[in-house]
């Protein structure tokens, strides 16, 4: 399975094609129970890492997620996370910027949500929407006080990007964990969870006449999904492009990746010294 995410990672440098990047492949999981053996060992297994990074209290982690509408981000988020302590971890869902936030620089309002060291942070959309939905429709930058000709201009696309990559880099010399996916989904598979929602009572809510009308920017968002990536995928914040047809697969890939990377923090429970000792000694002989 290593192996199998190690693919996904955009590696720094490289130009991304999301026309020859897969939305299915073949399953890790061989059959629904093994699916669901799977992702509980996962979420276990992120559980105990959780526990040792809230109580080590020496890194933080920022998951981020991206995607086109009916991906499946949230339910990524309820699945893989579903073993987790909520005391040591917090979801942001980004919506249209306020008039407060789009009166401050474009990473202002997701700053404010960074995670403490010891928690985890969650952000479903983030800053990349900056560089996403704004690139599509270069007319939002008026609401930011900004000529929207710039969004014609590579170069200020470039500063933004640049922006985005400083600042990633700036968290993890502080000990933030950056870990980005964008779950790719394709626009066949899109109709048919859109339908579903037309169908199903239970989801008839999620449906908004928008998510029509951005389909028919399809092409220009997997443009701008494609620079992002390719510009921003770093060695300390890098981007995984997560086939996300199989809604199952995806889940079970994101909870491999965070894994992984948690793993490799190398994440202890804090060693008493000796004065720490003594004092648990004493306590003991307190309590007896």
């Not at 086109?68 to 988020?77: F, H, L, P």
């Not at 990633?168 to 899109?190: G, P």
């Not at 997997?222 to 995984?240: N, V």
């Amino acid at each position: 399975m290593k192996d199998t995410t190690d693919e996904l990672r955009v590696q720094p440098g490289k130009a991304v094609s999301l026309h020859d990047s897969p939305t299915k492949i073949e399953p890790i999981y061989r059959s629904k129970q093994d699916y669901r053996a799977l992702l509980a060992a996962h979420t276990q297994e992120l559980a105990s890492l959780q526990a040792r990074l809230y109580a080590s209290g020496s890194h933080a982690v920022l998951l981020i997620f991206q995607a086109m509408d009916a991906a499946g981000k949230d339910g990524a988020i309820k699945h893989v996370m579903s073993g987790v302590n909520p005391q040591g971890c917090e979801v942001t869902s980004f919506k249209q910027p306020t008039a407060e936030e789009r009166a401050h620089d474009f990473l202002w309002r997701t700053t404010c949500r960074l995670p403490a060291r010891g928690r985890i942070g969650i952000f479903n959309r983030s800053y990349y929407e900056e560089v996403l939905v704004v690139r599509v429709h270069p007319e939002l930058l008026q609401s930011q006080g900004i000529d929207s000709r710039e969004g014609r201009s590579k170069r200020f696309w470039r500063q933004r990007y640049r922006s985005i990559v400083d600042l990633e880099r700036h968290l993890d010399r502080n000990r933030t964990r950056v870990i980005k996916f964008f779950l790719h989904v394709s626009k066949a598979e899109q109709r048919r969870r859109f339908l579903d929602r037309l169908d199903e009572p239970e989801k008839m809510w999620k449906f908004e006449p928008a998510d029509i009308q951005e389909r028919k920017y399809w092409a220009g968002y997997m443009k701008a999904y494609e620079a992002c990536l390719s510009a921003t995928s770093t060695r300390h914040a890098p981007w995984y492009v997560i086939p996300a047809d199989d809604k199952a697969n995806a889940r079970l890939l994101v909870s491999q990746v965070i894994l992984e990377e948690l793993r490799a923090l190398d994440l202890q429970y804090p060693k008493p010294d000796e004065q720490r000792l003594a004092e648990l000694h004493r306590l003991r002989e307190l309590l007896e």
